[in-house]
């Protein structure tokens, strides 16, 4: 995996380095985890926010927005909270996204099966 930075901004009002990036990757697109990880060595911040991958369809490349921050009391101040859950900055957030869990079989009503019920009712009062 490979990080490219594309765009770099200090912001000095807010204190945190405001990053785009393009990443290069085989496979699957890596983890939040894993591009935080790659981010921080890059830019040599301590807390790395990311706000968003996006994929490129049919390439295995991805561009990316994310922030840096010095520390996790500043990035807790100033980002909103479903992306501090996101980059797993909350406490009590879950460690790991939710996994599908597969609906119980609703049951599927036909025309026919709706008539013969709607006419049972009617001779039953």
Do not use: C, W
């Not at 980002?79 to 939710?98: D, M, S, T, W, Y």
């Not at 869990?101 to 008539?115: F, H, N, Y």
Request: hydrophobic content about 30%.
């Amino acid at each position: 995996m490979e990080i490219e930075i594309t765009s770099r901004k200090e912001n000095k009002v807010l204190e945190r380095e405001e990053v785009a990036f393009t990443l290069q990757f085989e496979g699957k697109t890596p983890s939040r985890k894993q591009v935080q990880q790659k981010l921080a060595d890059a830019i040599g911040r301590n807390i790395i926010v990311i706000e968003y991958i996006k994929p490129v369809y049919g390439a295995s490349q991805a561009t990316g927005y994310a922030r840096g921050y010095t520390s996790a009391k500043q990035a807790k101040a100033l980002e909103r909270q479903h992306i501090l859950e996101r980059n797993n900055l909350v406490e009590g957030a879950p460690q790991q996204p939710a996994e599908n869990k597969e609906a119980p079989p609703a049951a599927e009503e036909t025309e026919e099966s709706s008539k013969g019920e709607a006419e049972a009712e009617e001779e039953e009062a």
